[in-house]
Nanobody, 114 residues
Framework: QVRLVESGGGLVQAGGSLRLSCAAS????????MGWYRQAPGQQRELVAR???????NYADSVKGRFAISRDNAKNTVYLQMNSLRPEDTAVYYC????????WGQGTQVTVSS
């Protein structure tokens, strides 16, 4: 029912920053937790970060201290601020409800050059 559209990806140098946005077509106020996921070539999709309705964040060890997830319920939007990017962060990034999942969207490509 809810469409999620990711944006904000791009090509950056290592050490750079990007801010990803996840815009929902309907209210996310009732969604208890939202998450950002990523999938690199040849890799399984992995959870990067999640955030509860109350704003409590959780992060994968690989991004802890570098990424920050936030949500603006009034704007039906979830953000992922990515700092100190590394080539290993290169992947397609997706947002979704955590849990259960909605159909996956197209994601947004993040490419970090060395």
């Amino acid at each position: 029912q809810v469409r999620l559209v990711e944006s904000g990806g791009g090509l950056v140098q290592a050490g750079g920053s990007l801010r990803l946005s996840c815009a929902a077509s309907r209210s996310i106020f009732s969604i208890r937790a939202m998450g950002w996921y990523r999938q690199a070539p040849g890799q399984q999709r992995e959870l990067v970060a999640r955030i509860t309705l109350g704003g409590r964040p959780n992060y994968a060890d690989s991004v802890k201290g570098r990424f920050a997830i936030s949500r603006d319920n009034a704007k039906n939007t979830v953000y992922l601020q990515m700092n100190s990017l590394r080539p290993e962060d290169t992947a397609v990034y997706y947002c979704n409800k955590d849990l259960p999942y909605l159909p996956w969207g197209q994601g947004t490509q993040v490419t970090v050059s060395s």
